[in-house]
Nanobody, 125 residues
Framework: VQLQASGGGLVQAGGSLRLSCVASGIAFTRYAVVWLRQGPGKEREFVAAISWNGITTYYADSVKGRFTISRDDAKNTAYLQIDSLKPEDTAVYYC???????????????????WGQGTQVTVSS
């Protein structure tokens, strides 16, 4: 089982990036996907999540309106489109997959089944 996150980089404030999370070794269509991030000197935090069927999405208040999570099950891939980047968005971004999505705030439970290795996003001012 592998989750491969990619797409990070160095970008100026106001710019955009699209992060990808490619899954292998799992029945991807059965899994919800969550993006999290950990900035320098900060704790890891939830960013966005998408349900297994792609119908429902969730976002942290700090990224609503700027970030968009999506999935392409034919490619076993989830995406995080990040627009209007701010320096405070600088972080390592992780994707994770989870099978069980029980409870109204399941996406805030960090006990995900599988984790990607992270991709660095650096936003310059």
């Amino acid at each position: 089982v592998q989750l491969q996150a990619s797409g990070g980089g160095l970008v100026q404030a106001g710019g955009s990036l699209r992060l990808s999370c490619v899954a292998s070794g799992i029945a991807f269509t059965r899994y919800a996907v969550v993006w999290l991030r950990q900035g320098p000197g900060k704790e890891r935090e939830f960013v966005a999540a998408i349900s297994w069927n792609g119908i429902t999405t969730y976002y942290a208040d700090s990224v609503k309106g700027r970030f968009t999570i999506s999935r392409d099950d034919a490619k076993n891939t989830a995406y995080l489109q990040i627009d209007s980047l701010k320096p405070e968005d600088t972080a390592v971004y992780y994707c994770a997959a989870r099978l069980l999505t029980v409870g109204s705030r399941w996406y805030l439970d960090a006990r995900h089944d599988y984790w990607g290795q992270g991709t660095q996003v650096t936003v310059s001012s």
